[in-house]
């Protein structure tokens, strides 16, 4: 199915259920935050359900922490096989990130070491989510305000890798290029130059603030002008993808929301030289 899916859209926040259900906009696709509905039932679930008998539904997540030493949860990973084909859901995305420790989650998306010693583990684990999943699985760059000491790769050439071990597509958040790249004193079109962009399936766009000397990718404002026009260029460079707009802090009314997606399909068209 999501060879099939093109155009803009938004990810969706349970504040929207109902506004979407009561009046549903013409939009291409949905994407789901699925960690918000790994119970199952219950009735924003119910509302879920109803929505995804009228869009075809993207299951994003936060909850695999590939980049963690502990193995994947196998409860968790089977709550997700299992929403994706009650969603009928075209694709599932995570991050290439940890979120567990030894102590438990941490309620974040911590960057990795891009070493060659990763890889192995990585792509164990990656195998492992493709394995169980009856979709295939995509991965997301992270937003980084710090580089380690010991990183070996660039973060493309990392994922390259683990794109020629395991076949995963990748999911590029534009805004997190930016940031990282601001963040890390680099270029965001060098940076993404060394991504292999005949994986990339999907794109998000978000916003972010400044936080003198750092951008921070807070998910909580309108797309930055600087992040369309890298949009711009990566339809330019890698092609036209779906692209779904997220926010989720200080969370606008739909309509606001919807504006930014209608934003990202003129940009669509632009590069499809569609009048």
């Known amino acids: 199915m999501s060879a ?26 949905i994407e789901v935050l699925a960690d918000n509905y790994l119970a199952r039932r219950g009735p924003h679930y119910l509302r879920l359900r109803a929505v995804a008998e009228r869009y075809p539904v993207l299951l994003h997540c936060v909850g695999f922490s590939l980049g963690s030493d502990a193995p994947v949860d196998k409860a968790y990973l089977n709550r997700i096989a299992a929403m994706a084909r009650e969603l009928n859901a075209a694709t ?19 960057p990795i070491r891009y070493r060659h010693q990763t890889l192995a583990p990585l792509t164990d684990k990656v195998r492992a989510v493709q394995d169980r999943l009856p979709v295939p699985l995509l991965l997301e760059n992270v937003s980084r305000y710090t580089a380690y000491q010991d990183d070996q790769l660039s973060e493309g050439a990392l994922f390259g890798e683990l794109v020629a071990q395991t076949g995963v597509g990748l999911l590029m958040d534009v805004n997190n290029l930016f940031v990282t790249a601001h963040n890390l004193g680099q270029d965001a079109r060098s940076m993404l130059s060394e991504y292999p962009s005949s994986a990339v399936r999907q794109y998000h766009l978000a916003g972010h603030h400044a936080r003198p000397p750092l951008l921070v990718d807070s998910h909580g404002a309108a797309v930055d002008d600087a992040v369309w026009h890298l949009y711009r260029h990566c339809l330019d460079t890698i092609g036209c993808r779906p692209t779904i707009i997220e926010w989720d802090n200080n969370l606008p009314p739909l309509p606001r929301l919807l504006a930014e997606a209608h934003q990202a399909q003129r940009w669509l068209f632009a590069a499809q030289g569609v009048a």
């Open 4 to 29: 099939l899916l093109a155009g803009a859209s938004i990810s969706l926040r349970e504040a929207h259920l109902d506004p979407l259900l009561d009046r549903p906009p013409q939009l291409p696709f």
């Open 92 to 110: 599932v995305s995570d991050h290439l990130s940890l979120s567990q420790t030894d102590s438990g989650y941490v309620h974040d998306l911590l």
